[in-house]
């Protein structure tokens, strides 16, 4: 088969290094890719939401296969501009139509989605600037801390958790009257805050059937013991040692089984991946939110877990044959950490050479903001590098990055010393 993968992170990078290994995998591309997914395929200068350039790349180079990375092509479409094409209808698109995406494009739309199918989740309102008044007089019913959200795609920075009322309805003022995350706040969500630990469920769906891909623990916040500003993710721990059987049935059969089932029922058409932002409130969890496709860093510990060959189990997605299709899942524990340029999230400094990644032992590196430039490795990102590793358990697992970690250089990298601290 012919393959083409859309993105550039360290999503992407597991992913084009876990297909690359599959005998069913004849030419790997990866559109725009970076100095990780150079080494496992061929690196193609095309932006993922040029859907005229994709759909230009995916004929010329007769695809067979388009697995979607981030998530900002599926809410724009891509899996429809593509099907849509007369010429391309059985390229294999791994990832919802944009109908079905609107789970992760709005979070009004998934808050209903939620309510509509009896799927646990925070209480919550929606407000525009219309109803502003509205807002802000339902954020004075809630206790504190408020948790806004901005409806749209932000980048991973539109959730804002307040513990001050005033200043809450400050930023809901804010965010309504000059859109503050531009487009994505026209509409805030307000939800009650969920006091728990939080965890990432992936579920690989056909439409019809399903299978639970391991569970991941991941960390957002920049400083150590979950401090600071939230980040795209500073590191990931799989599988997570407080989902028992107990509480994985019950993420089964209160949220999983009913997603799928509201999926089929709304006729919303899903092949791909349903990522699950879950919190465990005493021993029920509930849902924070819907992503549409694999997420980061918690990739860079799932894929590694996964035992079978990750093409023909897409292949099985796209044929609607996942029930009968036999996952084996590596038993030991899978850890991340990710490496991140000095300043990160806030202002940050691209092109900082890269030194030691050849040096390093019994880690595995996933390239997320790193390109090749004049034969050096550069920076080109926030999240510049994940070292993942293998242990009996999260402690032995971690212990093999930080060991070698400090090998790797760049100047004003940062990376988290504690994670899987709270295990």
């Not at 401090?227 to 107990?246: H, I, R």
């Not at 019950?250 to 089929?264: D, F, W, Y």
């Not at 510990?301 to 189990?313: G, H």
């Amino acid at each position: 088969m012919r393959i083409l993968i859309l993105g550039s992170g360290g999503r992407e990078h597991t992913l084009a290094w876990k297909m690359s290994q599959s005998p069913l995998c004849d030419s790997l591309f990866v559109a725009p890719g970076n100095s990780g997914t150079g080494q496992v395929a061929t690196n193609i200068e095309i932006d993922p939401t040029n859907f005229e350039a994709v759909i230009g790349f995916v004929k010329s180079e007769a695809i067979d296969m388009v697995v979607v990375g981030p998530e900002a092509p599926l809410v724009h479409g891509i899996h429809d501009a593509i099907k849509s094409n007369k010429a391309l209808k059985n390229v294999a698109v791994i990832g919802p139509a944009k109908a079905a995406a609107e789970l992760e494009g709005s979070k009004a739309f998934a808050k209903a989605f939620m309510n509509r199918h009896n799927i646990p989740t925070a209480a919550y309102d929606v407000f525009t600037v219309e109803t502003l008044e509205n807002g802000l007089q339902f954020l004075s019913t809630l206790k504190p801390p408020y948790v806004l959200k901005a409806d749209g795609l932000a980048a991973g920075k539109g959730v804002l958790i307040i513990d001050n009322l005033n200043e809450a309805q400050a930023v809901l003022k804010d965010m309504l009257e000059n859109q503050t995350f531009g487009e994505a706040s026209r509409t805030v969500v307000i939800e009650e805050f969920l006091s728990g630990i939080e965890l990432s469920c992936f579920v690989l769906t056909d439409g019809k059937s399903y299978k639970i891909l391991p569970m991941a623990k991941d960390y957002k916040r920049i400083g150590e013991g979950d401090t600071g500003l939230n980040t795209g993710g500073m590191g990931a721990v799989s599988p997570v040692p407080f989902v028992d059987e107990v509480f994985f049935n019950k993420v089964e059969s209160r949220i999983v089984r009913p997603t799928i089932a509201g999926l089929q029922k709304d006729q919303l058409p899903y092949v791909g991946v349903v990522f699950i932002g879950l919190i465990k409130v005493k021993d029920d969890p509930f849902v924070i939110e819907y992503n549409v496709r694999f997420g980061d860093p918690e990739t860079e510990v799932v894929v590694p877990r996964i035992k079978t060959d990750l093409v023909e189990l897409f292949v099985s997605l796209n044929e609607g044959r996942l029930k009968d299709y036999q996952l084996e899942i590596d038993e030991r524990t899978s850890a991340t950490v990710m490496m991140v340029s000095g300043g990160y999230p806030g202002h940050y400094q691209n092109g900082k050479e890269i030194s030691g990644l050849d040096d390093v032992a019994g880690v595995h590196l996933f390239h997320a903001g790193a390109i090749k430039k004049n034969d050096k490795t550069v920076t080109n990102g926030g999240r510049v590098m994940a070292v993942s590793a293998f242990g009996e358990n999260h402690k032995v697992a971690t212990k093999k990055i930080y060991d070698q970690i400090d090998t790797i250089k760049f100047d004003g990298r940062y990376y988290r010393k504690d994670i899987g601290f709270d295990l």
